[in-house]
Nanobody, 114 residues
Framework: VQLQASGGGLVQVGGSLRLSCAAS????????LGWYRQAPGKQREWVAS???????TPTHSVRGRFTISRDNAEKSLYLQMNSLKPEDTAVYYC?????????WGQGTLVTVSS
């Protein structure tokens, strides 16, 4: 099982980034998926989720700015991030979950400069 997150980088306030998470080794379409982030000195927090039936749920602080999506054919998860703010700076992790199974990607760093 592998989850490979990518797409992070340095962006200015108000800019956009698209994170990707490539999956392998499990039945991707059966799994719920999520993005989490961990800012320096803080606990990891949930950002957004998408169910196996494509129902999406973002956390309040990113609603209207971030969009989570998935492509089951490509076994990929995405996070489109617009109107980025300095407080969005964090390492972003992807997660796959189904019943008692849970897999994490290695994280990709997003830095928003003001």
């Amino acid at each position: 099982v592998q989850l490979q997150a990518s797409g992070g980088g340095l962006v200015q306030v108000g800019g956009s980034l698209r994170l990707s998470c490539a999956a392998s080794g499990f039945t991707f379409s059966d799994y719920g998926l999520g993005w989490y982030r961990q800012a320096p000195g803080k606990q990891r927090e949930w950002v957004a989720s998408i169910s196996s039936s494509d129902t999406t749920t973002p956390t309040h602080s990113v609603r209207g700015r971030f969009t989570i999506s998935r492509d089951n054919a490509e076994k990929s998860l995405y996070l489109q991030m617009n109107s980025l703010k300095p407080e969005d700076t964090a390492v972003y992790y992807c997660k796959a979950f189904f019943r008692r199974d849970e897999y994490w990607g290695q994280g990709t760093l997003v830095t928003v400069s003001s």
